[in-house]
Protein backbone atom coordinates (compact mmCIF):
# COMPACT_ATOMS: atom_id res chain seq x y z
CA UNK A 1 0.00 0.00 0.00
CA UNK A 2 0.96 3.50 -0.20
CA UNK A 3 0.49 6.42 2.52
CA UNK A 4 -0.35 9.57 0.79
CA UNK A 5 -0.08 11.91 3.42
CA UNK A 6 3.25 12.58 5.33
CA UNK A 7 4.94 15.73 7.32
CA UNK A 8 8.32 15.96 7.61
CA UNK A 9 10.79 18.75 9.27
CA UNK A 10 9.16 21.00 5.75
CA UNK A 11 6.26 21.40 7.83
CA UNK A 12 6.24 23.60 10.88
CA UNK A 13 4.35 21.42 12.88
CA UNK A 14 7.18 18.44 12.74
CA UNK A 15 10.54 18.11 13.37
CA UNK A 16 10.71 14.51 11.94
CA UNK A 17 13.71 14.17 9.11
CA UNK A 18 12.39 12.38 5.85
CA UNK A 19 14.72 9.24 6.08
CA UNK A 20 13.61 8.58 9.75
CA UNK A 21 10.08 7.66 7.56
CA UNK A 22 12.77 4.97 5.48
CA UNK A 23 12.86 2.57 7.62
CA UNK A 24 9.46 2.08 9.08
CA UNK A 25 7.71 2.09 5.92
CA UNK A 26 9.77 -0.51 4.61
CA UNK A 27 9.25 -2.96 7.74
CA UNK A 28 5.67 -2.17 7.42
CA UNK A 29 5.64 -3.83 3.94
CA UNK A 30 4.87 -0.31 2.07
CA UNK A 31 5.41 -0.16 -1.03
CA UNK A 32 5.86 3.61 -1.52
CA UNK A 33 4.83 6.82 0.35
CA UNK A 34 4.36 10.41 -0.40
CA UNK A 35 5.72 13.75 1.87
CA UNK A 36 3.15 16.17 2.01
CA UNK A 37 4.68 18.79 3.89
CA UNK A 38 2.79 21.28 4.71
CA UNK A 39 2.25 25.10 2.36
CA UNK A 40 -0.05 27.72 3.58
CA UNK A 41 0.16 31.22 2.09
CA UNK A 42 -0.74 34.35 4.22
CA UNK A 43 -1.09 31.56 6.99
CA UNK A 44 -3.39 33.53 10.18
CA UNK A 45 -0.82 32.87 12.54
CA UNK A 46 2.73 34.51 12.57
CA UNK A 47 4.56 32.26 14.85
CA UNK A 48 3.45 29.79 12.08
CA UNK A 49 5.95 29.79 9.27
CA UNK A 50 4.21 26.94 6.81
CA UNK A 51 6.12 27.52 3.61
CA UNK A 52 9.76 25.84 2.79
CA UNK A 53 12.34 26.01 0.14
CA UNK A 54 11.17 23.89 -2.72
CA UNK A 55 14.21 23.43 -4.42
CA UNK A 56 15.93 21.84 -1.91
CA UNK A 57 12.62 19.55 -0.74
CA UNK A 58 13.26 18.11 -4.28
CA UNK A 59 16.64 17.98 -3.94
CA UNK A 60 16.18 15.75 -0.98
CA UNK A 61 13.52 13.28 -1.93
CA UNK A 62 15.40 12.97 -4.65
CA UNK A 63 18.21 11.56 -2.85
CA UNK A 64 16.49 9.77 -0.92
CA UNK A 65 14.24 8.21 -4.32
CA UNK A 66 18.29 7.23 -4.98
CA UNK A 67 19.08 5.50 -2.29
CA UNK A 68 16.36 3.49 -2.10
CA UNK A 69 15.53 3.01 -5.29
CA UNK A 70 13.79 -0.94 -5.33
CA UNK A 71 13.30 -0.79 -1.47
CA UNK A 72 10.60 2.40 -1.31
CA UNK A 73 9.09 4.26 -4.03
CA UNK A 74 8.89 7.99 -2.86
CA UNK A 75 6.73 10.21 -3.94
CA UNK A 76 6.99 14.68 -4.30
CA UNK A 77 3.69 16.02 -2.44
CA UNK A 78 2.36 18.94 -1.01
CA UNK A 79 -0.68 19.54 1.70
CA UNK A 80 -1.55 22.88 0.07
CA UNK A 81 -3.73 25.42 2.26
CA UNK A 82 -6.69 26.76 0.53
CA UNK A 83 -7.81 30.23 1.22
CA UNK A 84 -10.76 31.96 -0.68
CA UNK A 85 -9.24 35.37 -0.68
CA UNK A 86 -6.15 34.55 -2.27
CA UNK A 87 -7.00 32.18 -4.63
CA UNK A 88 -4.98 33.86 -7.05
CA UNK A 89 -1.96 33.68 -5.52
CA UNK A 90 -2.05 30.41 -4.76
CA UNK A 91 -2.49 29.28 -8.38
CA UNK A 92 0.72 31.97 -9.45
CA UNK A 93 2.59 29.49 -6.34
CA UNK A 94 2.68 26.61 -9.11
CA UNK A 95 3.53 28.02 -11.89
CA UNK A 96 7.46 26.88 -11.73
CA UNK A 97 7.08 23.74 -9.42
CA UNK A 98 6.13 20.34 -10.03
CA UNK A 99 4.44 17.37 -7.70
CA UNK A 100 3.38 14.16 -8.02
CA UNK A 101 0.14 15.01 -6.02
CA UNK A 102 -1.28 18.35 -4.69
CA UNK A 103 -3.37 17.84 -1.38
CA UNK A 104 -5.79 20.82 -1.11
CA UNK A 105 -6.56 21.26 2.43
CA UNK A 106 -8.76 23.75 4.57
CA UNK A 107 -6.51 24.59 7.44
CA UNK A 108 -8.24 27.96 8.51
CA UNK A 109 -12.08 29.20 7.77
CA UNK A 110 -12.80 33.10 7.62
CA UNK A 111 -9.47 33.96 7.88
CA UNK A 112 -9.47 32.47 10.91
CA UNK A 113 -6.77 29.79 11.99
CA UNK A 114 -9.15 26.15 12.67
CA UNK A 115 -6.47 24.84 15.54
CA UNK A 116 -6.28 28.07 17.96
CA UNK A 117 -8.61 29.43 20.41
CA UNK A 118 -9.06 32.57 17.88
CA UNK A 119 -11.70 30.58 15.64
CA UNK A 120 -13.48 29.00 17.88
CA UNK A 121 -14.33 31.87 19.87
CA UNK A 122 -15.56 33.52 16.44
CA UNK A 123 -18.89 32.75 16.99
CA UNK A 124 -21.39 30.01 17.41
CA UNK A 125 -20.13 26.41 16.95
CA UNK A 126 -22.79 26.81 13.62
CA UNK A 127 -21.42 29.38 12.31
CA UNK A 128 -17.92 28.38 12.83
CA UNK A 129 -18.87 25.16 11.07
CA UNK A 130 -20.69 27.67 7.73
CA UNK A 131 -17.63 29.70 7.57
CA UNK A 132 -15.64 26.24 7.21
CA UNK A 133 -17.94 24.67 4.60
CA UNK A 134 -18.34 28.43 2.66
CA UNK A 135 -14.20 28.45 2.34
CA UNK A 136 -14.37 24.70 0.98
CA UNK A 137 -17.35 25.70 -1.48
CA UNK A 138 -15.41 28.31 -2.93
CA UNK A 139 -11.95 26.94 -3.06
CA UNK A 140 -12.71 23.51 -4.25
CA UNK A 141 -14.73 25.83 -7.23
CA UNK A 142 -12.24 28.29 -7.42
CA UNK A 143 -8.94 26.91 -7.06
CA UNK A 144 -7.47 24.39 -10.02
CA UNK A 145 -4.19 23.31 -8.79
CA UNK A 146 -4.85 20.48 -6.31
CA UNK A 147 -5.63 16.58 -7.06
CA UNK A 148 -7.57 15.62 -3.96
CA UNK A 149 -9.05 17.46 -1.15
CA UNK A 150 -7.77 16.51 2.08
CA UNK A 151 -9.63 15.42 5.72
CA UNK A 152 -13.02 16.87 4.62
CA UNK A 153 -14.73 17.21 7.71
CA UNK A 154 -11.44 17.33 9.62
CA UNK A 155 -13.77 20.47 11.46
CA UNK A 156 -15.31 17.82 13.82
CA UNK A 157 -11.80 18.16 15.60
CA UNK A 158 -12.53 21.76 16.46
CA UNK A 159 -15.56 22.54 17.36
CA UNK A 160 -16.80 21.46 20.51
CA UNK A 161 -17.02 17.14 20.87
CA UNK A 162 -20.73 16.47 19.78
CA UNK A 163 -21.49 19.71 17.78
CA UNK A 164 -20.87 18.38 14.23
CA UNK A 165 -22.93 16.12 12.78
CA UNK A 166 -22.16 15.33 9.14
CA UNK A 167 -26.35 14.50 8.70
CA UNK A 168 -26.88 18.29 9.51
CA UNK A 169 -24.80 19.90 6.99
CA UNK A 170 -25.00 16.84 3.82
CA UNK A 171 -26.24 19.54 1.60
CA UNK A 172 -22.94 21.66 2.07
CA UNK A 173 -21.23 18.27 2.13
CA UNK A 174 -22.93 17.27 -1.24
CA UNK A 175 -22.51 20.55 -3.14
CA UNK A 176 -18.40 19.78 -1.85
CA UNK A 177 -18.69 16.28 -3.72
CA UNK A 178 -20.30 17.12 -6.42
CA UNK A 179 -17.54 19.97 -8.04
CA UNK A 180 -15.36 17.92 -7.06
CA UNK A 181 -16.21 14.65 -9.06
CA UNK A 182 -16.99 17.52 -11.89
CA UNK A 183 -13.84 18.86 -11.86
CA UNK A 184 -11.85 15.35 -11.92
CA UNK A 185 -10.20 15.75 -8.32
CA UNK A 186 -10.92 12.76 -5.76
CA UNK A 187 -10.74 13.19 -1.91
CA UNK A 188 -8.29 11.49 0.52
CA UNK A 189 -9.10 8.93 3.35
CA UNK A 190 -7.16 10.08 6.25
CA UNK A 191 -6.96 7.97 9.10
CA UNK A 192 -5.89 10.35 11.68
CA UNK A 193 -9.63 11.35 13.17
CA UNK A 194 -9.45 8.26 15.74
CA UNK A 195 -6.00 9.58 16.92
CA UNK A 196 -7.80 12.95 17.90
CA UNK A 197 -10.05 10.77 19.77
CA UNK A 198 -13.23 10.86 16.91
CA UNK A 199 -15.15 7.62 16.44
CA UNK A 200 -14.31 7.98 12.35
CA UNK A 201 -11.43 8.38 9.96
CA UNK A 202 -12.22 11.77 7.75
CA UNK A 203 -14.37 11.68 6.37
CA UNK A 204 -16.96 9.73 8.42
CA UNK A 205 -18.47 6.73 6.45
CA UNK A 206 -21.66 8.00 5.25
CA UNK A 207 -19.66 11.06 3.52
CA UNK A 208 -17.75 7.80 1.15
CA UNK A 209 -20.70 6.60 0.40
CA UNK A 210 -22.30 9.34 -0.40
CA UNK A 211 -19.00 10.40 -2.64
CA UNK A 212 -19.22 6.58 -4.39
CA UNK A 213 -23.06 7.23 -4.57
CA UNK A 214 -21.91 10.43 -6.64
CA UNK A 215 -19.96 8.55 -9.27
CA UNK A 216 -16.67 9.55 -6.78
CA UNK A 217 -13.94 6.79 -7.57
CA UNK A 218 -10.29 8.70 -6.91
CA UNK A 219 -9.48 8.17 -3.10
CA UNK A 220 -5.75 8.54 -1.31
CA UNK A 221 -4.70 6.91 2.05
CA UNK A 222 -3.35 9.18 4.23
CA UNK A 223 -2.38 8.49 7.80
CA UNK A 224 -1.97 12.67 8.04
CA UNK A 225 1.67 11.28 10.11
CA UNK A 226 4.05 13.64 11.94
CA UNK A 227 5.43 11.00 13.15
CA UNK A 228 7.19 7.43 12.23
CA UNK A 229 5.19 5.50 14.41
CA UNK A 230 1.95 6.38 13.00
CA UNK A 231 2.66 5.82 9.44
CA UNK A 232 0.17 3.86 7.42
CA UNK A 233 -1.60 3.22 11.20
CA UNK A 234 -5.02 1.32 10.52
CA UNK A 235 -4.83 1.11 7.15
CA UNK A 236 -5.78 -2.48 6.96
CA UNK A 237 -9.32 -0.84 8.99
CA UNK A 238 -9.50 2.12 6.51
CA UNK A 239 -9.18 -0.65 3.27
CA UNK A 240 -11.88 -3.07 4.53
CA UNK A 241 -13.85 0.12 5.23
CA UNK A 242 -13.41 1.49 1.76
CA UNK A 243 -14.67 -2.05 0.42
CA UNK A 244 -18.09 -1.95 2.58
CA UNK A 245 -18.77 1.39 0.89
CA UNK A 246 -18.28 0.07 -2.80
CA UNK A 247 -14.99 0.88 -3.16
CA UNK A 248 -12.63 -1.97 -5.28
CA UNK A 249 -9.94 0.51 -5.49
CA UNK A 250 -8.01 3.18 -4.06
CA UNK A 251 -5.65 5.90 -5.82
CA UNK A 252 -2.11 6.95 -6.24
CA UNK A 253 -0.64 9.63 -8.04
CA UNK A 254 2.23 9.88 -10.20
CA UNK A 255 3.12 12.97 -11.89
CA UNK A 256 -0.52 14.79 -11.49
CA UNK A 257 -2.36 11.34 -12.85
CA UNK A 258 -4.13 9.04 -10.80
CA UNK A 259 -3.67 5.31 -10.81
CA UNK A 260 -5.98 2.87 -9.75
CA UNK A 261 -4.56 -0.09 -7.20
CA UNK A 262 -6.71 -2.74 -6.20
CA UNK A 263 -7.60 -3.06 -2.79
Excluded: W
Aim: glycine letters at 8%; one cysteine or more; aromatic letters at 14%.
Amino acid sequence: MFDFHVHTYYSDDCSIDMESYIAPAIAKGLNGICFTDHVDLEYPNDEVHFQFDYKKYLNEIEKLKDKYAGKLEILVGIEFGMQPHIIESDQSFFLDKHFDYVLGSIHTAARKELYNADFSQSGSEGKMILDYFHDMIYCVENFKCYNNLGHLDAISRYVPRGSFAAAKHMDYIEEVLRIIIKEGKGIELNTSGKRYGLPDFHPEPSILRLYKNLGGEIITLGSDSHNPSTLANEFTEAAALLQSCGFSYYSIFRKGKAEFIKL
